[in-house]
Nanobody
Framework: QVQLVESGGGLVQAGGSLRLSCAAS????????MGWFRQAPGKEREFVAA????????TYKDSVKGRFTISRNNARNTVYLQMNSLKPKDTAVYYC???????????????WGQGTQVTVSS
């Protein structure tokens, strides 16, 4: 069982930055690909970014490319999402997830955190 706890969300003005963290409670963190997803009110959960177990491979939703960066520190069992140039449409609850491979679909991930709210004001 893997427990994931997100932190770092909050309220920020458009153009600002936030860094989300996701801490995993497992000794086998380095075995998992990690993903970030988000869900806005009334909308389905959508893929944002993912990173392979080694950190050597990353993939992003087109609308966040060049603004968001996913990274991980396997020694600290933590994955990060650096979000720059934030826009109001980035407002959502952000979730981290752990799974066997890098994927863009929710069903590919086995473990989920409870989410952290990100609100971007215009």
């Amino acid at each position: 069982q893997v427990q994931l706890v997100e932190s770092g969300g909050g309220l920020v003005q458009a153009g600002g930055s936030l860094r989300l963290s996701c801490a995993a409670s497992t000794r086998t963190f380095a075995n998992y690909a990690m993903g970030w997803f988000r869900q806005a009110p009334g909308k389905e959960r959508e893929f944002v970014a993912a990173i392979s177990w080694s950190g050597g491979s990353t993939t992003y939703k087109d609308s966040v490319k060049g603004r968001f960066t996913i990274s991980r520190n396997n020694a600290r069992n933590t994955v990060y999402l650096q979000m720059n140039s934030l826009k109001p449409k980035d407002t959502a609850v952000y979730y981290c997830a752990a799974g066997p491979v890098v994927a863009v679909t929710t069903v590919a991930y086995d473990y989920w955190g409870q989410g952290t709210q990100v609100t971007v004001s215009s």
